[in-house]
């Protein structure tokens, strides 16, 4: 989340640099500068992965919604068409958790097309369960 959008944005300067100084300064010149930022882009490409793969472990969101703290995961094993959907929350204090696995063919029509409505359902179903109100 925030500090892989640091390393990204490194990445990319790195990068950017290393273009800009080869244009201003042509190959022969360049080519310590360019081995320079070229290592360095992938370096720090290489600890976004690790970073996202290990630390962030598939979450897409974290972040507030309405109030309430809500982290948002997900999973599709290799070789598998099941998609899990991971949600934790903090509703006035309680914590919260759901998870919610779907084939993915369900969100499908026979043609390929992705089936709006329907995905709509699900998540407003996940979004109802993850922050359902005890006693309700």
Known sequence: TGSSGINAEYGCLFSGFGCLYDFLHPFPESKLVLAICSLSYFTITGLLYVWEW???????????LNGNTVKL????????????ISGEGVVDGT????????????????SGKILPEIIEKDTDFLYQSLFKVKGQ
Not at 54 to 64: D, S
Not at 73 to 84: F, L, N, Q, V
Not at 97 to 104: A, G, L, M, S
């Open 54 to 64: 290990f630390v962030e472990k598939g979450t897409f969101f974290e972040g507030t």
């Open 73 to 84: 995961s997900s999973y599709i094993p290799r070789y598998s068409g099941d998609y899990t």
């Open 95 to 110: 914590n919260s958790e759901v998870k919610y696995t779907k084939c993915i063919s369900t969100w499908l029509d026979d």
